[in-house]
């Protein structure tokens, strides 16, 4: 990209004006072009800033997430759903199977 020249006469003044329009036109294209990228990948690139796409960079717990904050909530949905499910049926089990002696 130049850099603005110096302005002497009436003719340099209109050739830095028609240079800094295909300036502006250049720049409107690849804003235009960066948008159409960000609305075709958006929710691709959303999801790949939470979760890892490669195996090698998955956290040491086993989990898909990047951010701590996010994987300890997980986890902790988690935890308690598979306490509850294991309650009820363990529940139903006493019930269908009646009560155990051990």
């Known amino acids: 990209m130049k850099e603005k020249k110096d302005i002497h006469n009436l003719d340099s003044l209109e050739r830095e004006i028609y240079r800094l329009k295909l300036?502006?036109?250049?720049?409107?294209?690849?804003?235009?072009?960066?948008?159409?990228?960000?609305?075709?990948?958006?929710?691709?690139?959303?999801?790949?800033?939470f979760f890892c796409k490669d195996d090698g960079k998955k956290n040491g717990d086993g989990s898909n997430f990047k951010h701590e904050g996010?994987?300890?909530?997980?986890?902790?949905?988690?935890?308690?759903i598979a306490d509850k499910a294991s309650?009820?049926?363990?529940?139903?089990?006493?019930?269908?199977?009646?009560?155990?002696?051990?």
């Open 70 to 80: 996010l994987n300890a909530t997980i986890n902790t949905i988690a935890g308690n």
């Open 23 to 49: 300036q502006a036109k250049n720049m409107e294209g690849k804003l235009d072009k960066n948008l159409d990228y960000l609305q075709d990948n958006y929710l691709s690139m959303t999801m790949n800033s």
């Open 87 to 102: 309650e009820r049926l363990h529940s139903w089990m006493n019930s269908f199977f009646g009560k155990s002696k051990y």
